[in-house]
């Protein structure tokens, strides 16, 4: 599976992207695969303050709805309305296109998330 | 979110059957006879009713319409596959099942129930007639065990029931291109007409064919000892492939059985839900005078109408699907609770069954259900998502 390394991963496999003051969040490769084709989401609404760990967003497949946790506290800047259209862009790029929303985090440095290699090592088992 | 996705799923399943999270396959779980076929075709494996079985192979859409285009083969070994043989046979399931055993003809099949007292469902199986002192059943994973053990307290030297789990292979062939494939490896042999079953010989082994199925399509259910099985799963997915066919797991299973509306044992059906309140009512048999397990509920709920009925409900695009264990309101009251619901591949909506008190609203009536404390609209509608096929 793939597990980019500029990325920061929860172990309920979301990933997050620093870039400069915000923060794009997604599911991971691993998570899209489990999930397979992913039919419906839900996302938040800009402005909403979130905390760690909080279920903030739903994606749905055939099989299942699965929450998606907040992997960092903060308040939503946008969401990935394309997803709307077109949910399976999850399925075919977990990592680009197919991000779920961007956050301004609340503390600059992160805590409790894994590191590339560190989230690939949880997935062995 | 991946766990807790595939614990939904589990639920979404069989919630009374297996309510494990992914991560307890340390429980006992047995292999599938044709676990190796599997595992050539890098099939995703998850645990159900004791068993580890493909979820899906190449993705649950792809599965689902091959099967509704071309078609799909299902591993069905851990369905329990039941004979019952001996002169005092037939009055013995007489006894025991809703469904009228007396009905059928040699070759013959049909739909039945096992009830309880109660006249809720133990299980839900097909009977077929094979001779006069020969009977075949075919009964959930989930209850196999449990089934025979009831069978064979009524057994007499007259009368014996066989058939463990795991001792058999079984698979089902589906969608229009079926009958093609299956022609093809039995070599122009003559197949059996709907709800009807036969003996072949195939790989020098004694197999029976029958054509019924759970998706809603043209198809068979081919049942053999193990080593033949895993011979037919490889001449079926061998001579299908130019044919569009693919393996399919019990993820397309179950969409494709609910666009066909038929009912999930644990889900549409329980020891607390009767036939006739799933609206399957035409399958309980009162025309005869032999007493069976619930008969006088069975009859007061068949005249004088059943506190609930299943209806079929109809979500739109764009919108959340229903899923097993969501409230339905009408107005501002909650009339009942989703049983099945999956967003149909085919349709492009979310479809559902779900259970209601009765008076029920009419097809076509506005009802709502609630999705993560929002409520969805949805329309009645029959409970066959698809045209018949």
């Known amino acids: 599976m793939n597990t980019p390394n500029d990325l920061l991963y929860a172990k309920s496999h979301e990933w997050l992207r620093i870039e400069k003051d915000s923060g794009t969040v997604g599911i991971t490769d691993h998570a899209q695969s489990a999930l397979s084709d992913v039919v419906f989401v839900e996302l938040p609404k800009s402005g909403r303050v979130v905390k760690q760990g909080e279920v903030i967003a739903t994606v749905?497949?055939?099989?299942?709805?699965?929450?998606?946790?907040?992997?960092?506290?903060?308040t939503i800047l946008e969401s990935n309305e394309t997803l709307t259209s077109d949910p399976g862009?999850?399925?075919?790029?977990?990592?680009?296109?197919?991000?779920?929303?961007?956050?301004?985090?609340?503390?600059?440095?992160?805590?409790?998330?894994?590191?590339?290699?560190?989230?690939?090592?949880?997935?062995?088992? | 979110?991946?766990?807790?996705?595939?614990?939904?799923?589990?639920?979404?399943?069989?919630?009374?059957?297996?309510?494990?999270?992914?991560?307890?396959?340390?429980?006992?779980?047995?292999?599938?006879?044709?676990?190796?076929?599997?595992?050539?075709?890098?099939a995703?494996?998850?645990?159900?009713?004791?068993?580890?079985?493909?979820?899906?192979?190449?993705?649950?859409?792809?599965?689902?319409k091959a099967t509704r285009q071309a078609a799909g083969l299902f591993d069905i070994s851990h369905?329990?596959?039941?004979?019952?043989?001996?002169?005092?046979?037939?009055?013995?399931?007489?006894?025991?099942?809703?469904?009228?055993?007396?009905?059928?003809?040699?070759?013959?099949?049909?739909?039945?129930?096992i009830t309880n007292e109660q006249g809720g469902v133990i299980d839900d199986l097909l009977v077929y007639r094979l001779s006069p002192d020969d009977f075949f059943l075919v009964v959930n994973a989930s209850r196999h065990s449990e089934i025979l053990q009831l069978l064979k307290k009524h057994e007499t030297p007259r009368v014996r029931f066989s058939g463990n789990p795991g001792t058999a292979a079984g698979m089902a062939l589906q969608g229009p291109q079926a009958s093609v494939i299956l022609n093809q490896i039995l070599q122009g042999a003559h197949l059996p007409p709907r709800n009807h079953i036969a003996k072949f010989t195939l790989f020098g082994a004694s197999i029976l064919i029958a054509t019924t199925g759970y998706?809603?399509?043209?198809?068979?259910?081919?049942?053999?000892?193990?080593?033949?099985g895993l011979k037919i799963w490889s001449?079926?997915?061998?001579?299908?492939?130019?044919?569009?066919?693919?393996?399919?797991?019990?993820?397309?299973?179950?969409?494709?059985?609910?666009?066909?509306g038929l009912p999930l044992n644990g889900q549409d059906l329980s020891p607390e839900i009767s036939p006739i309140e799933a609206g399957l009512g035409m399958f309980v048999d009162l025309n005869r005078p032999r007493p069976f397990p619930g008969r006088p509920i069975l009859e007061k709920q068949k005249k004088s109408g059943s506190p609930r009925i299943c209806i079929g409900l109809q979500g739109q695009p764009g919108q959340p699907p229903p899923r097993h264990?969501?409230?339905?309101?009408?107005?501002?009251?909650?009339?009942?609770?989703?049983?099945?619901?999956?967003?149909?591949?085919?349709?492009?909506?979310?479809?559902?069954?779900?259970?209601?008190?009765?008076?029920?609203?009419?097809?076509?009536?506005?009802?709502?259900?609630?999705?993560r404390g929002r409520r969805v609209p949805a329309k009645v509608s029959p409970r066959r998502f698809l045209p018949k096929k």
């Open chain 2, 235 to 260: 001449a079926l997915v061998e001579a299908g492939k130019p044919l569009g066919l693919l393996p399919c797991g019990l993820g397309s299973r179950d969409s494709l059985r609910l666009e066909a």
């Open chain 1, 60 to 74: 749905e497949s055939v099989k299942a709805a699965s929450d998606i946790y907040a992997p960092v506290g903060g």
């Open chain 2, 79 to 113: 369905m329990g596959q039941i004979r019952a043989k001996g002169k005092d046979t037939l009055s013995c399931l007489e006894s025991i099942l809703a469904n009228d055993p007396a009905k059928l003809k040699d070759g013959e099949g049909h739909y039945s129930f």
């Open chain 2, 215 to 228: 998706t809603g399509e043209n198809g068979y259910e081919i049942f053999s000892d193990i080593p033949t």
């Open chain 2, 44 to 64: 995703r494996m998850i645990p159900f009713a004791g068993w580890n079985l493909p979820v899906e192979y190449s993705g649950l859409l792809a599965e689902h």
């Open chain 2, 325 to 371: 264990g969501y409230p339905v309101f009408q107005g501002d009251k909650q009339i009942g609770v989703i049983t099945s619901g999956v967003p149909s591949p085919t349709l492009g909506h979310g479809i559902a069954l779900a259970l209601v008190t009765t008076p029920s609203p009419a097809c076509g009536q506005d009802l709502e259900f609630e999705v």
């Open chain 2, 1 to 42: 979110m991946f766990y807790l996705g595939w614990k939904r799923f589990a639920r979404t399943l069989t919630p009374v059957l297996l309510d494990l999270p992914f991560e307890t396959m340390l429980a006992p779980i047995s292999e599938s006879p044709l676990a190796s076929c599997h595992a050539a075709l890098s």
């Open chain 1, 89 to 125: 862009l999850i399925n075919r790029e977990p990592y680009g296109q197919g991000w779920l929303f961007r956050l301004k985090p609340e503390s600059p440095k992160p805590t409790g998330l894994l590191s590339s290699s560190d989230y690939a090592a949880t997935l062995t088992h």
